[in-house]
T-cell receptor, first 115, second 111 residues
């Protein structure tokens, strides 16, 4: 399967714990994007990364959220000290080398539930 | 005001019907327009991708863009029960990286 791979598919955390969501882009893709889908809402952009660089994090909450895309391995979205409002589906997308208009392809998401 | 407006539906049609899904937008910097299909518990799947105003056809799907009216549409001909899903419009500025989505329209095609 050469698609965008996200894991885990489902994650349950208690308030105050940390959540780590992982994303492996499509083969040949070096650009990764994270989006959040809250219940009854559309997808909202969070962050755009290339290998070892955060390019645009204007959609990320200022506190508790961070993202990385290391030279080796998957991209990680990290949420510290989770709260009930963090419950959502988190989707990762990837695209090829940045030419104008390269489409983004999505994974099946990680559904985060906060108890 | 939201940058992208999409009628959330739900929309229910009989099998074989022509379906029209629509989005309006306010940001004139949007130049790339996409339609995604999302099945329950799955990620968005890219259906159509357009740049210029006009029509683009792919099988039973036709995407239409009218930049002067800031209006895009997706038409599905001969709709099938397997088309039952949520359809999301998405847009991107030329220089930007982020996609801005509509809230999605839930479609049910009844056999």
């Amino acid at each position: 399967n050469a698609g965008v791979m996200q894991n885990p598919r489902h994650l349950v955390r208690r308030r105050g714990q940390e959540a780590r969501l992982r994303c492996s882009p499509m083969k040949g893709h070096s650009h990764v994007y994270w989006y959040r889908q809250l219940p009854e809402e559309g997808l909202k952009f969070m962050v755009y990364l290339q290998k070892e660089n955060i390019i645009d994090e204007s959609g990320m909450p200022k506190e508790r959220f961070s993202a990385e895309f290391p030279k080796e391995g998957p991209s990680i979205l990290r949420i510290q000290q989770v709260v009930r409002g963090d419950s959502a589906a988190y989707f990762c997308a990837s695209s090829a080398v940045l030419l104008e208009g390269q489409p983004q392809h999505f994974g099946d998401g990680t559904r985060l539930s906060i108890l | 005001q939201k940058e992208v407006e999409q009628d959330p539906g739900p929309l229910s049609v009989p099998e074989g019907a022509i379906v029209s899904l629509n989005c309006t937008y306010s940001n004139s910097a949007f130049q790339y327009f996409m339609w995604y299909r999302q099945y329950s518990r799955k990620g968005p799947e890219l259906l159509m991708y357009t740049y210029s105003s006009g029509n683009k056809e792919d099988g039973r799907f036709t995407a239409q863009v009218d930049k002067s009216s800031k209006y895009i549409s997706l038409f599905i001909r001969d709709s099938q029960p397997s088309d039952s899903a949520t359809y999301l419009c998405a847009m991107k500025e030329t220089s930007g990286s982020r996609l801005t989505f509509g809230e999605g329209t839930q479609l049910t095609v009844n056999p």
